[in-house]
């Protein structure tokens, strides 16, 4: 496991003040760098320059970044990509903001992501001595962290196998049609020991589902939804609880319809040795959401 | 102010049996009588003989019974409700298992209410010396007392009225047309220090909306919708937090059909010196469900 | 029950300056009007004028002030405090600032009450159109409204005697020497529906134990505890439970000395039907900080 | 990294029906395996075949068993302490009780490690199979897994050095005397992505300070304390939240005065690139209870 987190979510949005606004007022990140059209954001607990970019200019993924331990892996993860037969290629320092070299792959799927890791340090906003359980002057929503992202795929069985041949991922979680002949519906990967860092489920190629911000615990969500409401932010759906991977969320659009979640709960620890759950065809509405055991329709049908 | 509390609810059930199993096994409450087609049962925090009547055949409100202070309270009460020009009538210990006399009152939009003073005590399950803060063995979603009832109204305002007038009730919250000529469009109000032991909105005579269970904080309804899906119990909406009353809630139906709440959070301290709340026709869906401020249609259109 | 709750708390403080930072910055409330050597100070979701009045000079109680409902039980309550046997006086509209006329009561323990039905409206700060469940600008611990107080007596009974037979409180909770032949150590008497509004203790007579902010629930205890460590208040005792009122608890001192605590939960709903709870001499620890059952020294020696 | 986590720890117990009590009845571990003098436990979301050993005969630590990914591990770790200069040895398959083989490490201090790869598979109380997020007949306090151990040293800074050299853990948090000139006075290990699997702080050899259950959140954390309360649990400190790790806690004791402690909290994600958070000696007592920012007696010198 050398994959460490995903690093950095890059997206377009239509309107960057308006962004500006709804990921700093709302969410309660930072802008620790802007240029003309493009703004670069961390949360209060992440320690690297940045967690998300945001680039003006229509909506969507530009690319997803995660962060890799040391550069031997990442040559290594070329090799076992090519092998695999994705499309890779190489990202030169500097092409992220205070990113080191790096390498791009398009999945399977179509969605591009790349491995790096080198990035500056930032520092988080409570500090590495003595510090405050949290940072005293808090803005809206106070995410803690970029988590995970959720993508579409026409054949979500190979992003999964390439998740874990190429990049050493474990599936905790995966939706089947059914046990006897089962096809793959979804599938929740994790790098480390939370339960998932990236996930994929049956959809369109090259789109994003949403990514989602980490908080604290249910108590947190509330406070979050709160918020919203006082913001006039667009609902998805939510506060719920998942069956899968038990956290609670609420999902919502950010001004330009990039779906985003607040998503919160150590629901379990996982690691190579956790016992992968199934969920089957006819129990998945109680697996995404776990209360009302029902789906809407925006949230299977927008994709951005 | 001699209204002390919504005392009992009385209403009927296609299935006994499965209404038992709801009202136990999900809601946590204890049976504490039965006889052929009738159970009446209690929540562990409530010290009165029963709040909850069962009776089997059909589906709707029978009557609520409203707990006074004392005996020249209710004689006081029935006459100024002939005054007002509803139906009265008396109700004779023992109609009520374990309740004293009382008067029975047809509210103007046609459901029936009972007044009484008396009632058999039959202690908490945590008991009056030196007590635990909760039972060790509680069940289900143990739901600690009945808290409050909301019924629809052709004419809410005179509901309203009647209540304030001949009940000494004050209105917490009010939803309005619009300010400068207002018409009512629900009432939430209050004999006490809680934002509400009754509320009417508009809709249809001689209904029941829904009646709820009081939980301790959004933890408990978290918890609580968790064991709605174990249970498999049909959810109406929720979880989220409520504008009007600030209290965090879940709506659902029992095996019949009538719609349960559970609802939580002291909110505010009301009393007889409480500024009103007023919601205005545009935000009223905020009002109902704050952070998604859109209203579902069954909360909107079943009444039993 | 026409006392409908503890309107204000006027203590004195040794430096206003350092008694302002702590109940602006670290409680959260809001400065309401300031004079020479005078603060006065309201929590976001009280609508009276002020609850709190600090003085310059010295440490301790000067007096509690009881909302009433109608000036007419200002008359009865002088009369039947006459006939009990303690010294009254009258209060003038204006000696409190914004209050009206006024009854003035040294207790049986010597401390005094003033009762008053009088105050200017000030608003809470999410106002009473349309409004949001919390203001979304914050300070500190954000303490929602003054919610009781507790002060020793030589003789707690004679206390507890008058806020029953004179102001028509009810005994919520007793702590007893022994069942068979009680002696009285404690009660939590409350003139509405929540666990306690006024409290006393078997103590030292002319004192104050503390006076308590009301807070949401354990998870504003624990960001409470949080913000006082950040801001170096001195702890008393807690987070913990209290066995007695089932509350969340941590007490704590202002800079001159003066206890406070946040108080949190609606522990059970009380009335004039509520079963009293009694507590023994051997189960007191346990009653008072329910998980340790063990009292520490400076909770039951320090008195202002 | 390739130590998992904390695979089970080993104690001693004066009486093993009392113990049993306390794990299973209050706790709520399960009893997995029984023979005489011996008890083998798990928590409801473990899958290993046990997390806990009892053996009846004195109190105290016998040895912590830490789960690795890989065979090939074990012999690099083996030959890797061999190295740093500690006694290592051998374990066969069975020796504990459905494990695999392993190595036995004798660390700096005194205390006995042992590592392994294979551990029978028991599956969680949940199940893998569209599974709900917690069990519906809990058990008293609902632990949900054994999350790390916390031992005393006379040298800790070798103990940390022999943790992150040869095992590969990283250390999230250390205590120091000063930073211009440090000596260690403890260091928090982790070796995946939790604040810590493994914990050093400066006392005495060959003891045990606490092992630790983990809880969801800050109020299950009071839903233990209150149940501790109920079956008369004796209490070393808290509730409160930690500096260090953020986590919410509460310590006692078990029947025989091993020290147990509840965490809770995700407190934030650790791994290789997490910038170590140092304490300097002054301000210790808050990274250890932040909230009151003072240490107990039986706290620092209670260990067995």
């Given amino acids: 496991m050398s994959v460490l987190r995903l690093g950095f979510v890059h997206i377009r949005v239509t309107d960057l003040e308006e962004a500006r606004n709804h990921y700093t007022n709302t ?16 949360c209060w607990d992440e320690w690297d320059h940045h967690s998300l970019v945001l680039e003006e200019g229509g909506v969507g993924l530009v690319k997803l970044g995660y962060k890799c331990k040391s550069e031997d892996d990442l040559v290594e993860y070329e090799k076992a990509a090519q092998q695999f037969g994705v499309r890779t290629g190489r990202v030169s320092k500097g092409e992220n903001l205070t990113v080191g070299d790096g390498v791009a ?24 001595l003595n510090p405050d359980p949290w940072p005293r002057d808090q803005r809206g929503i106070a995410a803690r962290w ?23 991922f474990h599936a905790a979680e995966r939706a089947i049609t059914n046990p006897s002949n089962p096809e793959l519906l979804g599938s929740w990967l994790s790098c480390g020991e939370s ?12 789109k994003l589902h ?21 913001d006039d932010v667009s609902i998805d759906y939510g506060p719920t609880r998942h069956g899968i991977t038990r956290g609670t969320t609420i999902y919502f659009f950010d001004p330009s319809g990039n779906r985003n979640e607040v998503f919160a709960g150590l629901g379990y620890r996982t690691g190579p040795d ?19 055991r029902e789906l809407n329709d925006t949230f299977m049908s927008v994709f951005t």
Avoid: C
């Fill in 27 to 42: 969410m309660g990140m930072k802008v620790v760098h802007e240029e003309p059209g493009k703004l670069h954001l961390k």
């Fill in 105 to 128: 792959i398009t999945l399977p799927s179509d969605q591009r992501i790349e491995l790096f890791t080198d990035i500056e340090y930032g520092g988080t906003e409570t500090g590495a």
């Fill in 146 to 168: 970029i988590d995970h992202a959720l993508i579409p795929a026409e054949d979500p069985a190979t992003v999964e196998r390439f998740f874990t041949e190429v990049l050493g």
């Fill in 195 to 206: 339960p998932h860092d990236f996930a994929v489920v049956k959809g369109p190629n090259a």
């Fill in 210 to 230: 949403h990514f989602a911000f980490f908080l604290e615990d249910w108590n947190a969500i509330l406070r979050a939804g709160d918020i919203m409401s006082m």
């Fill in 274 to 292: 956790f016992p992968t759950i199934s969920w089957t065809e006819d129990q998945i509405a109680r697996g995404i959401f776990y209360i009302q």
